[in-house]
């Protein structure tokens, strides 16, 4: 099984672009998040899905959109990269019935 | 959402010591997780313990849940320089919330 997958790995963004990071996951799983990990700040949470067609707000979802087509794929859009996103993204996978998350390796953005 | 705060935040001991580090939460829980994330790298789970157990233990650790005082602790025995990463404790109130944070970890040095 590959787990959570996160595509990009690494990526240098100008401020005021867009793009998509990717995370999919082939455990069937019914929850998706995306969290963003900043030096001293932990793990905030951004957005989280409960099944296909369902999301919502973490607690950091400013200048990001999530959308939750399958049960698949969860990807986290910046809409316009400004500095303050610059950060480490992970995106994470549970089974309804059991607690512990699976992480993806995480995405290192920079927004310069 | 409910954040659990990990202390110290930062611990450095020879290979073969003892490491134990305490997480503290402030609302009633289900059960409380802790994960540890080797540099650069996700988060990975390492053991649950219920609101209705007082100790865990899965190989060299060992998890303790003092739900009066609303606390819990980890410890690794006979530790080793591939057990240096950070390790978080998450707690969680069941039921319907999804909206989990992690705090900011207690980074564990383990020095050859």
């Known amino acids: 099984n590959a787990g959570v997958t996160q595509t990009p790995k690494f990526q240098v963004l100008k401020t005021g672009q867009s793009m998509t990071l990717q995370c999919a996951q082939d455990m069937n799983h019914e929850y998706m998040s995306w969290y963003r990990q900043d030096p001293g700040m932990g793990l905030r949470l951004i957005h989280y899905?409960?099944?296909?067609?369902?999301?919502d707000q973490g607690e950091v979802p400013n200048g990001y959109n999530v959308s939750r087509s399958t049960t698949e794929d969860f990807p986290l859009r910046l809409l316009s990269a400004a500095p303050s996103q610059t950060s480490v993204y992970f995106c994470?996978?549970?089974?309804?019935?059991?607690?512990?998350?699976?992480f993806g390796s995480g995405t290192r953005l920079t927004v310069v | 959402s409910q954040q659990g705060e990990e202390d110290p935040q930062a611990l450095s001991i020879q290979e073969g010591e003892n490491a134990t580090m305490n997480c503290s939460y402030k609302?009633?829980?289900?059960?409380l997780q802790w994960y540890r994330q080797n540099s650069g790298r996700g988060l990975v789970h390492l053991i649950l313990?219920?609101?209705?157990?007082r100790e865990k233990h899965s190989g060299r650790l060992r998890v303790t849940l003092d739900t009066s005082k609303k606390s819990s602790s980890l410890l690794i025995t006979a530790s080793r320089a591939a057990d240096t990463a950070s390790y978080f404790c998450l707690p969680n109130s069941g039921g319907s919330n999804y909206k989990l944070t992690f705090g900011k970890g207690t980074l564990l040095t383990v020095n050859p």
């Open positions: 899905s409960v099944g296909a067609g369902i999301t």
């Open positions: 313990i219920r609101s209705n157990e």
């Open positions: 609302t009633s829980i289900n059960n």
């Open positions: 994470a996978s549970r089974d309804r019935h059991q607690y512990g998350y699976t």
